[in-house]
């Protein structure tokens, strides 16, 4: 499994960015997918999920702010972010793992056989 993000930049309060992670190597349709971020001096945390159906959890910090989408055709994850504000600042990870999976107020819970992403910076200014 390989997980590659891109999309990541530097954007001002209330803008917006489109990040993408791009999967390779699994049945891509039917794992759920994640997306997390870690700040400077911040321990890593959920922003929110899709499950293999399409359906979506938000973690509060992003309701109404964050999409998260997905194209099973062209196996890649899409993080839509407007209204960014700068505590959205950090690196944005992509990770999928396989069903069942189990997720907490919008947070993937990965199972040990789940996989991350690189990462993408994120900086909102």
């Known amino acids: 499994v390989q997980l590659v993000e891109s999309g990541g930049g530097s954007v001002q309060a209330g803008g917006s960015l489109r990040l993408s992670c791009a999967a390779s190597?699994?049945?891509?349709?039917?794992?759920?997918m994640g997306w997390f971020r870690q700040a400077p001096g911040k321990e890593r945390e959920g922003v929110g999920t899709?499950?293999?159906?399409?359906?979506?959890s938000y973690v509060d910090s992003v309701k109404g702010r964050f999409t998260i989408s997905k194209d099973n055709a062209k196996n890649i994850l899409y993080l839509q972010m407007t209204n960014l504000k700068p505590e959205d600042t950090a690196m944005y990870y992509c990770?999928?793992?396989?069903?069942?999976?189990?997720?907490?107020?919008?947070?993937?819970?990965?199972?040990?056989?789940?996989?991350w992403g690189q990462g993408t910076q994120v900086t909102v200014s």
């Open positions: 990770a999928a793992d396989p069903p069942p999976c189990v997720t907490v107020s919008g947070t993937l819970l990965l199972s040990d056989s789940g996989s």
């Open positions: 190597g699994y049945l891509y349709s039917r794992y759920c």
């Open positions: 899709i499950d293999s159906d399409g359906g979506t």
